[in-house]
């Protein structure tokens, strides 16, 4: 199957500081990848859809200016969590389908990123 | 937009015997049902998916039926095993371009336990 590399895998920051999480498809281009959080013993929730070359999609309720989203690239979408804070402690986790599947694509997943504000 | 709600949250079966997780979604344009199974502090992997023209599908041990009119969707689990132990998601999609994958939007998670 096709692979979709995140990076880090974990990450540990001071409140208030910024952090970068890289979502990579290793041999397929993406045009699209959506980022998701996963707060312990609850579902996935998305957050946004990143567009190649524009500007990403966010989901109801999440704040663009504090999740910012960059798909500069084919192959690389970039997660940056602003001033974090305590509460955004949580499991971020990429996703990307392989073009080309027809309907209903198969979704490959990063490894996820733990991050945890202190 | 899309809301999954699956059922139950916990799930604790004797080794062998069948499980059996339910998930309905609220948007008729969905038109792929994909399974996850989820250890903890990995990413989820796919164990089945359906799309919208199949009402069953199967695959060992392992068997998913989407009821388009009811808007429901179900994942069967036979001959349980310890290692199917762990948390389990279903989720629904919307698609509409030949080369886009669509976003996930999935349920709240099951919790399925096999005792020996």
């Known amino acids: 199957g096709a692979v979709v590399s995140q990076h880090p895998s974990w990450v540990i920051c001071k409140s208030g500081t910024s952090v970068k999480i890289e979502c990579r498809s290793l041999?397929?281009?993406?045009?699209?990848m959506f980022w998701y959080r996963q707060f312990p013993k609850q579902s996935l929730m998305l957050m946004a859809t990143?567009?190649?070359?524009?500007?990403?999609?966010?989901e109801q309720g999440v704040e663009k200016d504090k999740f910012l989203i960059n798909h500069a690239s084919l192959t690389l979408s970039t997660l940056t969590v602003t001033s974090a804070h305590p509460e955004d402690s949580s499991f971020y986790i990429c996703?990307?389908?392989?073009?080309?599947?027809?309907?209903?694509?198969?979704?490959?997943f990063g490894q996820g990123t733990r991050l945890t504000v202190v | 937009g899309e809301n999954v709600e699956q059922h139950p949250s916990t799930l604790s079966v004797q080794e062998g015997d069948s499980a059996v997780i339910k998930c309905t979604y609220s948007?008729?344009?969905?038109?792929?049902f994909p399974w996850y199974k989820q250890e903890l502090g990995k990413r989820p992997q796919l164990i089945i998916d359906?799309?919208?023209?199949?009402g069953e599908k199967k695959d060992q041990r392992i068997a998913v039926t989407l009821n388009k009119t009811a808007k429901h969707f179900s994942l069967h689990i036979t001959e349980t095993q310890p290692e199917d132990s762990a948390v389990y998601f279903c989720?629904?999609?919307?698609?509409?371009?030949?080369?886009?994958?669509?976003?996930?939007?999935f349920g709240q998670g099951t919790e399925l336990s096999v005792k020996p």
């Open positions: 996703s990307a389908s392989p073009p080309g599947q027809g309907e209903g694509t198969e979704a490959f």
């Open positions: 041999d397929f281009q993406a045009t699209t």
């Open positions: 990143s567009n190649e070359g524009s500007k990403a999609t966010y």
């Open positions: 948007d008729s344009a969905s038109n792929y």
């Open positions: 359906i799309r919208s023209n199949v």
């Open positions: 989720a629904a999609s919307k698609m509409a371009f030949y080369n886009q994958g669509g976003k996930l939007i």
